[in-house]
């Protein structure tokens, strides 16, 4: 089993930057893709960006493409969401996932999810 814990969310002006952090633990070393999401309250959960294995490939939704970074450090089980230029509409819960051994249930194609933080963008 993998257990991930998103932190760093908050209340950013527009045009201002945050960096969201995924903690994972549990069998860590059986996870390969990671990913983030966000969802708004009454709209369908959105795809963010994922992250490889090694970390040398990423990809991005076009809303976000050119403003949010992923990253991810292997040794601390960390995966970070780095945005800027933050926009009102980037208003959400952000989720991380990761793909792992283990659990058969599977959302949006990653088995494994943390609670979310919230990430509020004033205008």
């Known amino acids: 089993q993998v257990q991930l814990v998103e932190s760093g969310g908050g209340l950013v002006q527009a045009g201002g930057s945050l960096r969201l952090s995924c903690a994972a633990s549990?069998?860590?070393?059986?996870?390969?893709?990671m990913g983030w999401f966000r969802r708004v309250p009454g709209k369908e959960r959105e795809f963010v960006g994922n992250?490889?294995?090694?970390?040398?490939?990423?990809v991005y939704a076009d809303s976000v493409k050119g403003r949010f970074t992923i990253s991810r450090d292997n040794v601390k089980n960390e995966m970070y969401l780095q945005m800027n230029s933050l926009k009102p509409e980037d208003t959400a819960a952000y989720y991380c996932?990761?793909?792992?051994?283990?659990?058969?249930?599977?959302?949006?194609?990653?088995?494994?999810w943390g609670q979310g933080t919230q990430v509020t963008v004033s205008s």
């Open positions: 996932a990761a793909q792992a051994a283990g659990s058969t249930s599977y959302q949006d194609g990653y088995n494994y």
């Open positions: 549990g069998r860590t070393f059986t996870i390969y893709r």
């Open positions: 992250i490889n294995r090694s970390g040398d490939s990423t």
